[in-house]
T-cell receptor, first 113, second 115 residues
Framework: GESVGLHLPTLSVQEGDNSIINCAYS??????FIWYKQESGKGPQFIID?????DKRQGQRVTVLLNKTVKHLSLQIAATQPGDSAVYFC????????????FGTGTQLKVEL | EADIYQTPRYLVIGTGKKITLECSQT?????MYWYQQDPGMELHLIHY???????EKGDLSSESTVSRIRTEHFPLTLESARPSHTSQYLC??????????????FGPGTRLTVL
């Protein structure tokens, strides 16, 4: 049902600056990680993924960093644009676990003009 | 852009009504999922399916039921809606035969309000 009064962590950045969104994952056995972007009123949209045998992967304007030692994932967005404003979720899964994803708490990214 | 559709997008109904939320995908994906998401919160898996005639309960207990008679269709049913069912319901699908290791593609969601 509805939850009341909880606010997402929010990151506010100026247009053109770089953004870094962080995520702590829970299962040390997870071997595949995904970042999703969710705009208001829409379903999550795949941004970038990374396997546990990598520590960095780059896409178009986005980079994901994985630190397995401290179970930390980050998403870097270069030259942030107004269209990047959304909630960003990280998700983890264990290969062979039926592709069941465990989602982290999202971060609201606000881009200021 | 993933081809996964949900109807209705918005639904307001009274307590006790039976409702079915529709989800269809045209990608031939074998796995499909239903998530519940409250505003500003993370997604919680409530049901999933590995293929036709396969359904499993997810991590979050739900009073809803699902069926998977056809690969492309994965409807979710609430026999008697209650205000506690008010939430957003997201459908997703994935194809593990692809190199992406089963990345899930999401529909636009159904925003359900039970009065």
């Amino acid at each position: 049902g509805e939850s009341v009064g909880l606010h997402l962590p929010t990151l506010s950045v100026q247009e053109g600056d770089n953004s870094i969104i962080n995520c702590a994952y829970s299962n040390s056995a997870s071997d595949y990680f995904i970042w999703y972007k969710q705009e208001s009123g829409k379903g999550p949209q795949f941004i970038i993924d990374i396997r546990s045998n990598m520590d960095k992967r780059q896409g178009q304007r986005v980079t994901v960093l994985l630190n397995k030692t401290v179970k930390h994932l980050s998403l870097q967005i270069a030259a942030t644009q107004p269209g990047d404003s959304a909630v960003y979720f990280c998700a983890e899964t264990l290969t062979g676990g039926g592709n069941k994803l465990t989602f982290g708490t999202g971060t609201q990214l606000k881009v200021e003009l | 852009e993933a081809d996964i559709y949900q109807t209705p997008r918005y639904l307001v109904i009274g307590t006790g009504k039976k409702i079915t939320l529709e989800c269809s995908q045209t990608m031939g994906h074998d796995k499909m999922y239903w998530y519940q998401q409250d505003p500003g919160m993370e997604l919680h898996l409530i049901h999933y399916s590995y293929g036709v005639n396969s359904t499993e309960k997810g991590d979050l207990s739900s009073e809803s039921t699902v069926s998977r008679i056809r690969t492309e269709h994965f409807p979710l049913t609430l026999e008697s809606a209650r205000p506690s069912h008010t939430s957003q319901y997201l459908c997703a699908s994935s194809d593990v035969t692809r190199a992406l290791r089963g990345t899930q593609y999401f529909g636009p969601g159904t925003r359900l309000t039970v009065l």
